[in-house]
């Protein structure tokens, strides 16, 4: 539709600010931008305490990384349809302490013990949520709230067998292999790789942009958008249960509020790596960076012996800086 | 006769949004006591423009004078304090407020503002009334009213009358008049030829960024504005879509059966036969139950009473997904109810193909991009904004709803009001899509705000009136004229007495 001949025209003061140039860069590789940032910590870090960043600090970055990974995974699909899913701790929690209390029936049913907590919590948020049209963020805090008082209840009737955690799972969440690769990098990468490709090549990836962008635009289209909420929130639900799994095998100890501390980061490296709160935008690859960058900063806050209050203060200023950058970049 | 003074002048205003130039050379002049109609194809720029005059946005380059002095807005507030106030194509109004809350919160003399609302034709405003309550039709003139309050020098009305009856119009051109000669300057965006050349003295005509012209606008100047906002070509092109004679359809199976539909309060008894190869224009007035018609045979939402039959099978859909497996697919009036605005036109246009459990696995990228082309050229989409449909312009956004569904299969296409606040070359592109959808076999069923297209695409017209069919015609005998007085319930001729 352009008329090509006179499209052509040079006009004066087309020169932009330097400003939006680089805003318009930004834009267009936002990914880039984080590991830019990622790699302005890490230089601090070394900066700061100089001989700190070895192959083996890496190695250790990587291992504390992958269970935030993993959760993020699950939170990101939630976000991008327009949700957001408040129970993951307790779901992890929950999960690792099911596994460790079933060890005695064997690995993999003691896994599966584990993966059916992640599996019921996520239908039970999904059947709230897609069909009942309940708010995500009231379904999910209700039941994360509900899976701890029965995870409580449970132990305390449970007086015999008491909660052991598998060598293989400890491996999993601690062990390294061919001289320094974390061992939960084999569980996080090919999870990983699930969401990275098929978010943007899947049917159901494309379906949970587009219920996160437009939920009665994706009806009159002839989704079903319960469906589609419902999977996500099972998948969300799964991540968790896989997460509680490394995280205990990591501690060596399944006590009741193990995976607390990773609640509000999993959601922050979803906002940190551009994913809106409100759906529709973003993806898993700024989840990933987004990851990496919050477990940085632990580490570097944990050098420099911060305070725990200086330490919320500086993750919370970090998370709003990034999620402001966002909406002036992208509005 | 002494030059009038020239009120406004804009000089080589660009602007560009990210890799999207909006304006590249925009002039404009505009004379004390001259009303002016800022004309162009959608996504030429008129919006743009008129939200840099209005201080929404900040220009990149160019220069804007009032009264020979320079200057420049940063925000609409500086725009209004400057004398230039507007009216935007969506009623600004914050629907949890009340009227009066609103009127305060621009800042408009509330007392001023409801003798404006009198003088058009709202006896005893309720400005206690909340916003999300009233019609939007009455939006529109509150908004009006708004601007009117704060008795700007300069007043820009974008697409007032797309959607007001005809008296309503007749109002705000009395009003547009009083200012003109009052010695003051409006700025009037318009798509309707007849109401430009009525009221407004000269058209300036904007064409991908660019003013291509400014010419006056006494009758007969009509083919030479079309000319100037599509260019020659393109504008001979799409004078060729005249209609194809209506055929007998005989005994055939009609693609769609209604009988005797009932939904709602205002879709009373309504029954109609639409075949293959068929468009169907139906024509009303706002609320005369056609949105409730065209939502039952979609599945949006379910019927009171009667039945649908799609060939010859009778249908019930609890939603859009069972209308849609049988054939039949829907563009609503609000594209922004059907489009996912921060998502790409590809993804935009693939969507439906999606919706069946069956396709949420792998996506075949290849083949899908092929059909996703194929349909966006089959449209003529601009391209240029891909990556998110909210950076296209409304005309655009509009084609992108059409070619989803040309990218899927369907067999009946209902079209709700396709070309509301579209500019005329597109529709005349849409209207010939009709066309050849239909000779290629489909079943069209087309709803449209605006009278005088029905002819340009259908074979037969039905007129609905207080959720009732009171009229069916060919297309060759609905002229304007006859569907209005149809359209208005004064008919007397019906032929069945049922």
Known sequence: ?331 | MSAPEILLAVNGLAKRFGAVVALRDASLELRAGEVQALMGANGAGKSTLVKILTGVFGADGGEITIRGRACRFRSPAEARDAGLVSVYQDPALVPDLTVAQNLRLARAPLDAARQWLTELGIADPDVGAFVRDLPFQTLRLIDLARALASDPSILLIDEITASLPADLSARIFAIVRHWRERGRGVIFISHRMAEVSVLCDRATVLRDGVTVGATETARGSEERIVELMLGYEVARAAADTAPTPGQPYGDAVPALEVNHLRAGRLLQDVSFALHPGEVLGIAALDGQGQEELFDCIAGVRDRDGGEIHSHGALRRFRHPADAIRAGIVLVPANRLQAMLPQRSIRENVALPSYGPLSRWGPIAMRRERGRVENAIRRLQVDTRAESELRRLSGGNQQKVMIARWLASAFKILLCFDPTRGIDIGTKRQIYALLRELAAAGSAVLLFTSELPEIRLACDRVIVLFGGRVVREMSAAEADEATLLRAAHGLVARREDAA
């Not at chain 1, 209390?101 to 896994?111: D, E, I, K, L, P």
């Not at chain 1, 209700?142 to 015999?160: D, F, H, N, P, W």
């Not at chain 1, 939920?215 to 896989?242: H, K, P, S, T």
Request: proline fraction near 5%; charged fraction near 10%; include cysteine.
């Open chain 1, 1 to 331: 539709m352009n008329a090509p001949a006179q499209s052509i025209r040079p006009h004066g003061p087309s020169a932009i600010s330097l400003g939006s140039r680089f805003g318009a860069m930004l834009r267009r590789h936002t990914i880039g931008a984080l590991i830019l940032l990622l790699l302005a910590f890490v230089a601090g870090i070394e900066v700061a305490r100089p001989g700190t960043v070895t192959p083996i600090w890496i190695s250790n970055i990587l291992l504390f990384a992958a269970p935030l990974g993993i959760l993020a995974a699950g939170q990101t699909l939630v976000m991008l349809a327009g949700g957001i899913d408040l129970s993951v701790a307790s779901v992890a929690t929950a999960s690792a302490y099911l596994m460790a209390t079933h060890s005695s029936q064997g690995g993999s049913a003691a896994v599966l013990w584990g993966l059916g907590v992640g599996l019921l919590v996520g239908a039970v948020n999904g059947l709230g949520i897609a069909v009942l049209r309940v708010q995500p963020l009231v379904m999910t805090l209700g039941t994360g709230l509900m899976t701890e008082g029965t995870l409580i209840v449970y132990s305390q009737k449970l007086m015999a067998s008491a909660p052991r955690v598998p060598s293989f799972i400890q491996s999993l969440g601690s062990g390294k292999v061919l001289g320094g690769v974390p061992i939960d990098l084999f569980a996080w990468i090919p999870l990983g790789f699930l969401v990275l490709i098929g978010l943007p090549r899947t049917g159901l990836g494309r379906l949970i942009y587009a219920v996160g962008d437009n939920r009665e635009a994706c009806e009159l289209a002839g989704v079903r958008v319960w469906q589609v909420l419902f999977a996500d929130y099972i998948m969300c639900g799964l991540f968790a249960a896989v997460a509680g799994l490394v995280i205990v095998g990591g501690t060596n100890a399944a006590d009741m509020s193990l995976a607390d501390v990773y609640l509000l980061p999993s959601v922050a490296a979803a906002i940190i790596g551009g994913t809106s709160i409100f759906g529709g935008r973003g993806g898993y690859a700024g989840s990933v960076v987004g990851a990496l960058i919050l477990t940085v900063l632990n580490s570097l806050l944990t050098l420099l012996d911060a305070p725990e209050p200086i330490r919320q203060i500086l993750y919370g200023a970090i998370i709003l800086l990034l999620a402001a950058a966002y909406t002036r970049l992208t509005d």
